[in-house]
């Protein structure tokens, strides 16, 4: 029998397994299944914020407090935009950040650069804090998050420290990881990559 996990759980809960006790959230339709999770996790907490730029703001206290990244958990569209502030002190303070954006249903995504927008609050976020992070990725495929979260986690602590971004569809985080077939991040593989 194979071992299978929701994606939004294993997300919350790895977090949580690299000592990583409060994530700072605003709730989002975008959002929800990232923010459920915390009610089947007992290894993190979250904390609700009135607004996404006052999460990235206590996200980059914790980090600079605790010595380890910080986490601002965010819907789409306005909610990733709102960040843009607080990921730019994260990159310019050399500070480890991890930021996750809830997006829209993957099959609603824009199929070309044509067109501005499909799905309501759809918004490009990776491309726009591109300039302000040290990697930004749209997840599609939930079989990829155990790979692309060490991988950010590592990058935003690795060399010069930084903010890291993943956007996460919402029905990517719906999905289920087979964690017999996966393939997961190697500090080691990379570095032999790169």
């Given amino acids: 029998m194979s071992k299978e996990i929701i994606a939004a759980d294993y997300i919350i809960k790895r977090i949580g397994d690299i000592g990583i006790d409060k994530q700072f959230v605003v709730y989002g339709a975008a959002n929800g299944d990232l923010i459920d999770a915390f009610t089947r996790v007992n290894n993190t907490q979250y904390v609700a914020v009135m607004h996404e730029q006052a999460g990235g703001f206590a996200a980059e206290a ?74 930004a990725k749209l997840i599609t495929d939930a079989n990829d998050i155990p790979y692309e979260l060490d991988k950010a986690i590592y990058l935003s602590q690795e060399g010069r420290k930084g903010p890291v971004l993943l956007d996460i569809p919402l029905n990517i985080q719906k999905q289920k990881i087979n964690l017999d077939n996966i393939h997961f991040f190697s500090k080691s593989e990379y570095l032999t990559n790169f």
């Fill in 62 to 135: 914790y980090a600079k407090i605790k010595k380890i990244p910080g986490v601002c958990i965010v819907t789409s569209g306005p909610g990733g935009m709102n960040l843009v502030t607080p990921i730019g002190n994260f990159y310019y303070d050399s500070v480890p950040g991890l930021f996750i954006t809830g997006q829209i249903n993957s099959n609603f995504l824009r199929p070309d650069a044509s067109i501005r927008q499909v799905g309501f609050q759809e918004t490009d976020i990776v491309s726009i804090v591109k300039p302000i992070t040290k990697y």
